[in-house]
Nanobody, 117 residues
Framework: QVQLVESGGGLVQPGGSLRLSCVGSGFTFSRYTMAWYRQAPGKERELVAALNSARDYTIYGDSMKGRFTISRDNAKNMVYLQMNSLKPEDTAVYYC??????????WGQGTQVTVSS
């Protein structure tokens, strides 16, 4: 059974930092591109960052560049999202996803990030 479990969300003040973690199981983690998406209330889900299996290609959403960093540890089946200089508009549910061409994405249940003073 495929599982992606996110952790690390919470309430943080503007300008603060959070590190999200996601552990995968039930699939060959090292063969998948891993990504973080987010969805704010009333908005569509958007890509935050993605990192390929070889860890040599990353992509970030425009508003996240320079503030967020995605990383992964294939030995531990983990993917991380370091978020710095957080803004109120970063408030959203953050989802971990595993992607591979030709198969549906796997999704976690999400973790809430709230940026507020």
């Amino acid at each position: 059974q495929v599982q992606l479990v996110e952790s690390g969300g919470g309430l943080v003040q503007p300008g603060g930092s959070l590190r999200l973690s996601c552990v995968g199981s039930g699939f060959t983690f090292s063969r998948y591109t891993m990504a973080w998406y987010r969805q704010a209330p009333g908005k569509e889900r958007e890509l935050v960052a993605a990192l390929n299996s070889a860890r040599d290609y990353t992509i970030y959403g425009d508003s996240m560049k320079g503030r967020f960093t995605i990383s992964r540890d294939n030995a531990k089946n983990m993917v991380y999202l370091q978020m710095n200089s957080l803004k109120p508009e970063d408030t959203a549910v953050y989802y971990c996803s595993a992607l591979r061409p030709g198969v549906p994405n796997y999704w976690g249940q999400g973790t809430q990030v709230t940026v507020s003073s």
